[in-house]
Each structure stands twice: as structure tokens, then as C-alpha cells.
């Protein structure tokens, strides 16, 4: 299981680096809209940070608008993966970078269809939103589940990346599916660490301690 931190807040970037964790990032706009920076000074930032892959997503809508931005984009490093909506024209978009051996994270995948469409287009990741999918009353995890076995089915080679979490049973449920990455807010990545148990054990083995004589 790869982990991403779901970012655009360098500070929260590095301290997930500190830690030792951290295979790669994923932004979008309303995220590098939080640093109230703009986003090529932000981009450059996390990806002097980051070795692994950083996504950053195009705002066109349309394939030629999407193409210019992401040549742009690409050019920016070597490890940037270019984020492009899950329509029609980021389904064209994804196969001619694909072709230029541009890597793509196909982004709001939202039913298993658009995740198979999304592979046959050549994407390098999918991004299934789960958190947004359980906010309509819908199965996020489900639906990773259906897009794992499609992917496996097939022998897919696009890697899923579980999406919009926003508890650490999300990210326990995507290691039990084998889905490829998960991309998790820096608040659940800290989640991750904790367990009440373990802070308890501290504390008596603290306690004990003092009862050692001391020489
Ligand atoms: C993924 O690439 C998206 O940036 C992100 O996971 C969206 O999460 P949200 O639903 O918490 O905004």
C-alpha cells in the first residue's frame, strides 16, 4: 500500500516526510486554493519536497485546453502526474499523454464504468472519491471494491487510488481490498499513528519504571 498525503500545505508535507512514510501527493484546486498561495510557487515547493509522484490537476475543460496545461505541467518534473477530470474529453486527454509518456491520474471517479473507461484510456492512476460517495448515502468502499476486481479481472495495469478518505477505516478497508494507493488528509494520517491502548502502556510502563531502584 502506497500512501499519499492528500495536500497542498507544504508544512503538513514535510512533516509527513519527516515521519517516513510518504510515497507521493495529491492536490487540486480547491486545496492549493487553502495555501492562499499561488499555484506555481506551491507546486514547486511540494515537488522539491517530494520524490515520488505529485499529482497536479489541469482547470480546462476541454481535451486541447487540457493538453496545453498539462505539457506545461509536465515539464514542471519529472515525478508530476496530471490530474484530469473523469469526462469524455479527459478520457481523449488521458490516451494522447499517455501516448507522450505523460502520467495521468484520472480524478471524481465515481462508478465502476468510469474506472474501467478511465484504464482503457491508458491512466497511469484512478481516483475513486469514497468519502464523497458515503456523503450521498452511497458505498465509497464498495465501490473500490468493484473497481479492484474489474481491474483484476482484466489485468488492468492502472493503479487505484482511494480518495477523498476521511477516517482510518477507510484506509484499513483499501489495504484489505489490494487497492494500489491510498491518498489520505495529513489530520488521518496522524490518526493512523494512534491507538488509546498504546498511550495507556506508555504511561504504566512510565509508572513502573519509577519503582526501579535507582543505583
Ligand atoms: C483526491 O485526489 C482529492 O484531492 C481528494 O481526495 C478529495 O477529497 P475531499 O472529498 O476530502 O475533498
Known amino acids: 500500500m502506497k500512501i499519499?498525503?492528500?495536500?497542498?500545505?507544504?508544512?503538513?508535507?514535510?512533516?509527513?516526510?519527516?515521519?517516513?512514510?510518504?510515497?507521493?501527493?495529491?492536490?487540486?484546486?480547491?486545496?492549493?486554493?487553502?495555501?492562499?498561495?499561488?499555484?506555481?510557487?506551491?507546486?514547486?515547493?511540494?515537488?522539491?519536497?517530494?520524490?515520488?509522484?505529485v499529482s497536479l490537476e489541469v482547470i480546462s475543460l476541454d481535451t486541447g485546453g487540457m493538453l496545453k496545461e498539462a505539457r506545461v505541467l509536465a515539464k514542471l518534473g519529472e515525478n508530476v502526474v496530471v490530474k484530469l477530470p473523469m469526462t469524455v474529453d479527459g478520457l481523449k486527454a488521458c490516451k494522447a499523454l499517455t501516448a507522450e509518456g505523460v502520467k495521468t491520474n484520472v480524478t471524481l471517479i465515481f462508478s465502476p464504468s468510469q474506472a474501467l473507461l478511465a484504464a482503457k484510456a491508458g491512466a497511469t492512476y484512478v481516483s475513486p472519491f469514497v468519502g464523497r460517495f458515503d456523503d450521498i448515502s452511497e458505498d465509497g468502499m464498495g465501490l473500490v471494491e468493484q473497481i479492484v476486481q474489474i481491474y483484476g479481472n482484466y489485468g488492468y495495469q492502472s493503479e487505484v487510488i482511494v480518495a477523498s478518505i476521511r477516517n482510518p477505516m477507510h484506509f484499513v478497508k483499501a489495504c484489505l481490498m489490494g487497492a494500489d494507493v491510498s491518498t489520505i488528509p495529513f489530520s488521518v494520517i496522524q490518526q493512523l499513528s494512534k491507538h488509546p491502548l498504546t498511550d495507556v502502556g506508555i504511561e504504566r510502563f512510565l509508572k513502573d519504571w519509577e519503582k526501579v531502584p535507582k543505583k
Open 4 to 53: 499519499f498525503i492528500d495536500t497542498a500545505d507544504i508544512k503538513e508535507i514535510q512533516e509527513a516526510n519527516r515521519i517516513g512514510i510518504l510515497d507521493g501527493v495529491t492536490t487540486n484546486p480547491s486545496l492549493i486554493a487553502k495555501t492562499g498561495r499561488d499555484f506555481d510557487s506551491v507546486a514547486k515547493e511540494i515537488l522539491a519536497e517530494v520524490k515520488g509522484p
